[in-house]
């Protein structure tokens, strides 16, 4: 194992991924009432919740409590979500940062939150479909990589801007180490398999600070 970091967050991470600790949990806030007044927002085609948070200045937690979005859902071309008043409706799209892409073209085949084995999925598993390169889905530095990380195969951590960070677990084969700067869409490994399953399938997570987000929330 090599790490290229002292942030306090990156230890809670690896803690997190490894099951050796629990991150402490705020807590729970009553759920949010739906908004008195505010305005509807079309989501075009390739759009992410993420982005459209990020386009009206709001938080992606409040976006998903007002519209009544769950960690299970995607969203969808000419879907209508509500933007809450205090939000600036006229913003423009902006992209001084960059959006996530996907990592690897395939199909998902288990989902963030099902539970496999007893244990809740923190990410996406996706099978190759024509191609088995799996790519950065965005830009940052590589603060982690092991040969054989939980029984999860090759496995990479790359730190993004805005505290996030991405997983990239289960490659064949890995062409970076930590400490390397990458691009987004770049070339990173090979999808492969690991453990007691023969499948070849990347485990993919996205994470803000410590905690697993819901990748569909960030990927087109």
Known sequence: MRIKTGSFIFVLLIAALSGCATVPKTAQQPPQARPPSGFYHKVERGQTLWRIARTYGI???????????????????????????????????????????????????????STVNSISNKGLNIEPSKTDSVIASRSGKVVFYNDDFLDMGKTLIIEHPGG??????????????????????????????????????????????????NPYHYLP
């Open 59 to 113: 938080e992606l937690d409040e976006l998903l409590s007002i519209n009544n979005i769950s960690d299970s859902n995607r969203l969808e071309t000419g879907q209508s979500i509500l933007i809450p008043a205090k939000a600036n409706a006229g913003a423009s799209v902006t992209y001084n940062d960059e959006d996530f892409v996907w990592p690897l073209r395939g199909k998902v085949v288990t989902n963030f939150g």
């Open 164 to 213: 996030f960070w991405t997983v990239y677990a289960r490659n064949s084969e890995v062409f970076v180490r930590a400490g390397d700067i990458v691009q987004r869409a770049s070339l990173i490994a090979k999808v492969g398999s690991a453990g007691r399953a023969n499948v070849s399938y990347l485990h993919f997570q996205i994470r803000k600070g410590s905690v697993a987000k």
